[in-house]
């Protein structure tokens, strides 16, 4: 699953990076006004076997349920997930979460925790499910507000560093996944698509889109990009929040070598049309994985994003690929490379955000 996870990974650290978090210090304080995460209350994954998970698959130990035979209403509340939301009311997440999460990192660092009174303004929460949590209920009678559908591997390319080809569809879950959705629908509030594999290759996902009545729902995309533009008149009505499009590169023969049956003149159509669009977005990211045939592009990839008005976001290659993957080759004169290239990029003052993701470490 490790495509799936550094794309739902990147795409909730994203979230929680942008909400104004408030620090509380001290043990009585932070238990009584804050809370450590909110993923556990309103967020539902669901992935290729049809396990369901409150957070990204690696930030949390274990699934809630899995849809092969339960509903998501009874997922919703099952045991593992009352244990996981009395835990993180304790403050208690070394039984349910891994260190690896930026959420419970940033917490072990400085104690960061979100206070229960910005609760109120954050949009994915609603009024019934905030006052649930403030009375710290762990059976919950409001349903997921968010749900990711990282659940198939479709996709209209072979990405050089992708894994999706260790996971298997299974297209009776596809089926019942989107019944789950659908039923849940109405209360929900964001659908993040996808995790995993491209969402405008996916029947389901296009009929969720182009189908969709409820005005209240956001739609988060992490796309190549490549699809859109044959959508756009279809689903252009609808409300958006975030679009990650995975780009990789700054040129065409960078660009068809990694996203393999990718084509830059397309991309570069799809960037076009997007820009043009861009106010029918709260936030435009192009994204990409740093690996040893385009880290020398970083540069231009920033300047490429900023003559959009798009933000940026790096992230390092997953798996050895070859002799793609030089951080775990420890090939050090490349890295030295990219820490120089890094540190004097971030000295730069931008028009546009900049994540470095897991290459802080180089800054």
Not at 134 to 158: A, D, G, I, Y
Not at 264 to 276: P, Q, R, V
Request: proline share 2%; charged share 25%; aromatic share 12%.
């Amino acid at each position: 699953m490790l495509i799936e996870l550094n794309r739902t990974a990147r795409y909730l650290y994203s979230r929680y990076r942008d909400l104004n978090f408030l620090s509380k210090k001290g043990g009585k304080t932070l238990a009584q006004n804050s809370i450590i995460c909110l993923q556990p209350f309103y967020f539902a994954e669901i992935t290729t076997n049809g396990d369901v998970y409150t957070c990204c698959p690696g930030w949390i130990k274990f699934p809630i349920g899995n849809i092969k035979n339960k509903t998501i209403k009874e997922i919703w509340n099952s045991q593992r997930a009352r244990f996981i939301r009395k835990k993180i009311y304790n403050g208690e997440w070394r039984y349910i979460c891994n260190k690896i999460c930026p959420i419970i990192s940033r917490h072990i660092y400085d104690n960061h925790a979100i206070s229960y009174d910005y609760l109120w303004a954050l949009e994915f929460l609603t009024h019934k499910l905030i006052e649930e949590i403030l009375q710290k209920k762990v059976v919950l009678e409001s349903l997921p507000t968010v749900f990711n559908l990282s659940n198939s591997t479709r996709c209209n390319l072979s990405c050089i560093m992708c894994d999706r080809k260790n996971q298997k569809n299974h297209p009776d879950l596809i089926e019942k996944a989107e019944k789950e959705i659908l039923s849940c629908i109405t209360s929900a509030r964001q659908l993040i698509l996808t995790g995993m594999g491209e969402p405008f290759f996916r029947q389901d996902v296009k009929r969720i889109l182009f189908n969709n009545k409820n005005t209240e729902i956001c739609f988060d995309i992490i796309t190549n990009g490549l699809l859109l533009p044959e959508c756009w008149d279809k689903i252009k009505h609808q409300k958006f929040g975030n679009l990650l499009i995975s780009v990789d590169a700054t040129e065409k023969n960078t660009y068809e070598k990694i996203r393999k049956g990718g084509n830059w003149e397309t991309i570069i159509k799809s960037l076009n049309l997007i820009g043009d669009n861009k106010d029918k977005f709260k936030s435009i990211t192009l994204n990409m994985t740093v690996m040893r045939s385009n880290y020398t592009q970083i540069p231009d990839f920033i300047k490429m994003s900023e003559s959009y008005g798009f933000n940026a976001s790096f992230q390092r290659i997953r798996g050895l690929h070859k002799n793609e993957n030089f951080f775990m080759l420890k090939d050090n004169n490349t890295i030295n490379n990219i820490q120089k290239l890094i540190t004097n990029e971030n000295k730069i003052n931008k028009d546009i955000q900049i994540f470095w993701g897991d290459l802080l470490e180089y800054i």
